[in-house]
């Protein structure tokens, strides 16, 4: 687990899984071939020494002013999915949770910032062979846009979680559907960060002078900051997602803004710095 302080907001990750994938998975340029050609900087944090991905599915924990506020849920418990590595999972999430305070009793809010299969699992878990809300007196918060596309959507292997992980909770009123500005407290807001999905938000966080922010997938893994053209797999608007990571690296390349890669390996925060006509993320 790691923790950060902004200003008198602190952020908290909690991670379900961590190991190196094959880049390929997600970036089609990502081969091995290309990754140790012309991304050495990546290593040791983001790159292990075979040019794979070093990947992380996490939750942030975010206090401020009173409110715990769970961004991303992973991927979840007792699911039935397409990739079995992710098929009926086991893990101790919940008790991790607990270390940083957070109980299903006492978080506040959940916000998904869009709702693929990695971002909700554990919106719910199930009980008597029913999925129920997880954090039974939390609002979670869900795009508008996004739910509005993603319930009517045919694909099986969204149709699972958003069946077992989002209208759950969509139905029993826990949820609240907001646009992509929607703020959460003073401290908190979201901000719309379209293409990877049609209603995808990123998280801002800004205390006392110090500001954050939470990427979502609109990156998958820092190499995305030097070449945020590359194509990504699971993007479902390629032309939008392209922009969206060029304009979400000119606007906080060396600002300051501390930078949280939703799926980015440990450390997974940093700082995006302008490097000729492109970009690095240095943690």
């Not at 599915?57 to 397409?82: F, M, P, Q, W, Y």
């Not at 957070?102 to 709702?115: E, F, I, M, P």
């Not at 149709?159 to 077992?164: A, K, L, N, Q």
């Not at 609240?176 to 929607?182: C, G, I, K, W």
Request: hydrophobic share 35%; with cysteine; net charge negative.
């Amino acid at each position: 687990m790691n923790s950060w302080n902004i200003g008198d907001v602190k952020i908290s990750r909690i991670i379900e899984s961590e190991s190196p994938w094959p880049g390929t998975f997600i970036l089609p340029n990502a081969t091995p071939e290309n990754m140790l050609k012309y991304a050495d900087w990546l290593q040791p944090h983001f790159m292990d020494a075979k040019g794979k991905l070093i990947m992380s599915i996490h939750a942030l924990v975010i206090e401020s002013k009173g409110k715990r506020i769970v961004v991303d849920t992973c991927i979840g418990n007792d699911k039935v999915r397409s990739n079995p590595v992710w098929s009926k999972l086991k893990l101790p999430f919940l008790d991790n949770l607990k270390q940083v305070g957070c109980t299903r009793d006492n978080v506040d809010h959940v916000v998904c910032t869009h709702l693929h299969v990695d971002h909700v699992g554990w919106n719910t878990t199930l009980e008597n062979d029913k999925w129920v809300p997880t954090f039974k007196n939390a609002k979670y918060i869900i795009g508008g846009t996004e739910w509005d596309f993603w319930s009517h959507f045919d694909g099986a292997d969204m149709r699972d979680p958003v069946e077992d992980s989002v209208r759950p909770v969509v139905d029993s009123g826990h949820a609240q559907l907001v646009d992509s500005t929607h703020k959460i407290t003073d401290e908190v807001w979201l901000e719309p960060t379209p293409g990877h999905t049609p209603g995808h938000h990123s998280v801002r966080i800004s205390s006392r002078g110090h500001d954050a922010v939470i990427t979502g997938d609109l990156m998958h893994h820092p190499i995305q900051c030097q070449f945020p053209e590359w194509d990504d797999s699971f993007d479902s608007d390629g032309a939008m997602a392209k922009k969206t990571r060029r304009a979400f690296c000119e606007r906080y390349a060396d600002t300051g803004v501390l930078v949280f890669g939703t799926h980015f390996g440990t450390p997974s925060a940093g700082k995006i710095t302008k490097h000729g006509d492109s970009f690095r993320f240095s943690a």
